[in-house]
């Protein structure tokens, strides 16, 4: 890397403004990027205050989250860090600017990411497995994406987000991406009391924060564990996680001598008439007793406000320094509590007319008649006066990994299937608002992945669990992501006169786990109406390969003939019979159903209602041998219109070359 851009690396460490600032974030962290920048290499910090407001930190309160991440910068400006190369980006302010770049990078990286990966980067937040919240899943696949985002060549961040690190390594590997980011992880110092493998910032005596008094530095070093000798062996693994090297002393005296002065180059040790150059000999030196703990502690009080002392002036004498710190220190001795006002994208505030809302089916490898039948029973429920909204999950489908995520191919399913819709029933489409999902999350990207992000604060994830479509199971990131997505949606759709959900079985836990989070933030509750797509399979369910057993909406004369030709159809069997559900279908869209007939036989007959045709088909009168003949005239005379359009159309021509090659090359896998 060094090699390829001598002078021109990117290195990124993210930091989540949650309140002080301790030593390691301080001058550790200054140490460290002064010795990148002086390598060559532009440092970006992420002010992470999207993941702050994951992590219920300030009280959720996004403003008061950007206010700390102002004393962070603040605190760096003072503490001794080479700003010529350094840059300071606020994730919520650039995820906003660049939201199809930043969301369409995260929602791959949760498609190709099982939740048990994602799960294993939780212990960046600290959090066990049985206590996560959906919205916790959710941070790792937004830290990994950051990585991308920034373009950066290395992390430099601490230990303890090596995981997450390497879920970025992992990811390229998914991707096919060649140049993976380096690691530069950094150890975690220990806290100053027994037994802490790091410094916690709910517990103020753990560390040296940047602007304590030099009373305060004093008395916590004097209060300071201090061992010369390992005491115990129980420290758990997952503590040795937290470091690069062994350490049986974790010596918190010793660990702020090793990275804090030592780090400083030149830096020497002096005590009594011996002079130290190494950590190493120091540390030798106390453990056999030739340094005292007073010693030690002595010279690390002095040194530490010398570090210190620059902060403090910034802070007493800089006004808007002052003020900010006042309002932090303030904030932490409040019990700050997450704002009740609701965060959302709203796409119909402006009218009192009830939404009735209809989310289109997945895409797939083609658009069955079935599936699109079943869409046009659910718009015309519509009641007159309404919005009716035909809802394109286009994001969701990408993160899904519909026909392969690809959004090339996703929109072609989409646009074949609009233009199915219009052809066949333009009337009913006259009165539709077709809204795709990403142009619409584009219109207010913050306000909706705010709300996608509170969802997933109030949810389980067990919750989200429980409420995925009917039969699956929770394997994937993408799953966890998609379900807060859909209650982003249903909260963008629900207008002043309220919402009805129209929909198959496919979403109706989605829209019940939406209709719980309405309910949870005052939000009117949806009305759900279950509208099942007709059951138009030319064979019983688990018969026949389903490109051969469903008619599809591009399908030529010859392949509808075929399909036709060997379709169920028992003599008098109208329990189970499709092409009975098909004239019922062509009826309802106004079309004829005329069977004909040698006169001997009946001679034609043209039907006007499906019951007459199930009384002749039971008395014998209608016979399969004249039934499929008639259907595939049907059918025929019906695609005639989408034919010709597809014919004519280039952008039609394209989607469905598209979907033609993503299911050759599915089948090439097989």
């Known amino acids: 890397l060094l090699q390829k ?52 930190k300030m009280g959720g309160d996004l403003d008061k989250i950007k206010i700390v991440g102002k004393y962070l910068i603040e605190v760096w400006k003072a503490g001794g860090m080479d700003m010529s190369h350094v840059k300071f980006l606020w994730s919520s302010d650039e995820i906003s600017a660049h939201a199809k770049e930043y969301w369409g990078q995260a929602l791959d990286i949760a498609r190709r990411s099982t939740l048990a990966r994602i799960k294993k980067c939780c212990q960046i937040m600290g959090r066990k497995e049985d206590t996560l919240t959906a919205a916790q899943i959710l941070y790792p696949i937004m830290q990994c994406t950051d990585i991308f ?34 690691i530069l992880s950094h150890h975690m110092l220990y806290g100053l009391k027994a037994g802490q493998s ?210 090339a191919y996703i929109r072609s399913f989409y646009e074949l299937l609009l233009f199915g819709l219009r052809t066949l029933a333009p009337s009913v489409m006259e009165c539709v608002q077709v809204r795709w999902q990403g142009e619409a999350i584009l219109t207010g990207p913050s306000e909706y992945m705010i709300s996608v992000i509170n969802a997933g604060r109030r949810c389980a994830l067990e919750t989200v669990r429980i409420h995925l479509p009917s039969g699956e199971s929770l394997e994937y990131a993408s799953q966890v992501f998609a379900s807060l997505m859909h209650v982003g949606d249903v909260f963008a759709l629900t207008g002043n006169g309220g919402i009805t959900l129209c929909c198959d079985s496919y979403h109706a836990n989605l829209h019940r786990l939406a209709s719980q989070n309405c309910e949870a933030v005052g939000l009117k509750l949806p009305e759900v109406a279950l509208v099942e797509a007709p059951a138009l399979r030319l064979m019983q369910q688990g018969e026949g390969v389903e490109v051969d057993v469903n008619i599809m909406l591009t399908d030529r004369d010859v392949e509808v003939n075929k399909k036709v030709k060997k379709a169920f159809c028992e003599p008098g069997n109208t329990s189970f019979c499709p092409l009975i559900s098909w004239v019922s279908e062509l009826l309802e869209l106004g079309q ?79």
């Open 592 to 670: 004829v159903f005329t069977v004909s007939r040698k006169p001997e036989w009946g001679g034609d007959k043209t039907y006007t209602n499906v019951a007459e045709v199930q009384s002749d088909f039971v008395s014998g009168d209608l016979h399969p041998g004249d039934l499929k003949p008639a259907m595939s005239k049907a059918i025929n005379a019906l695609l005639e219109g989408v034919r010709n359009g597809l014919k004519d159309q280039d952008s039609l021509k394209k989607a469905q070359k598209d979907l033609e090659a993503f299911t050759k090359s599915q089948q090439k896998k097989k």
């Open 149 to 182: 985002f920034l373009k950066a060549d290395i992390c430099q961040l601490g230990v303890d987000q090596r995981k997450v690190n390497m879920l970025a390594r992992d990811y390229c590997d998914s991707a096919g991406i060649k140049a993976k980011p380096v």
């Open 198 to 407: 790091k410094m916690s910032k709910s517990d103020p005596d753990s560390a040296i924060f940047m602007e304590d008094s030099a009373e305060d530095v004093e008395r916590k070093i004097r209060n300071a564990y201090c061992p010369t000798k390992p005491e115990s062996a129980s420290k758990v693994a997952e503590d040795d996680e937290m470091h690069l090297v062994k350490d049986d002393l974790m010596n918190p005296c010793l660990d702020y001598l090793r990275y804090i002065l030592f780090a400083v180059e030149g830096y020497t040790f002096k005590a009594g008439d011996k002079v130290y150059t190494t950590f190493q000999d120091a540390r030798a030196a106390f453990v056999a007793g030739e340094i005292s703990e007073t010693v030690l502690k002595d010279h690390l009080i002095v040194e530490i406000n010398l570090l210190l002392e620059p902060v403090r002036q910034h802070f007493e004498q800089d006004a808007n320094a002052k003020q900010i710190l006042a309002q932090v220190t303030q904030w932490k001795k409040e019990n700050l509590t997450a704002p009740t006002s609701l965060s959302r994208l709203e796409l119909f505030s402006s009218s009192s007319k009830p939404v009735f809302a209809v989310f289109a089916p997945l895409p797939s490898e083609a658009v069955q008649l079935e599936t699109l039948f079943g869409v046009l029973n659910r718009l015309k429920r519509a009641p007159a006066g309404s919005q009716c909204v035909l809802w394109l999950e286009d994001w969701s489908a990408s993160t899904l990994g519909k026909v392969g995520g690809s959004e």
């Open 5 to 56: 851009k001598p002078d021109s690396f990117k290195l990124y460490d993210g930091f989540e403004p949650s309140g002080r600032m301790h030593i390691a974030q301080g001058v550790f962290k200054a140490i460290n990027v002064n010795k990148c920048t002086k390598a060559g290499g532009t440092f970006v910090f992420w002010v992470a205050d999207w993941f702050a407001l994951m992590n219920d």
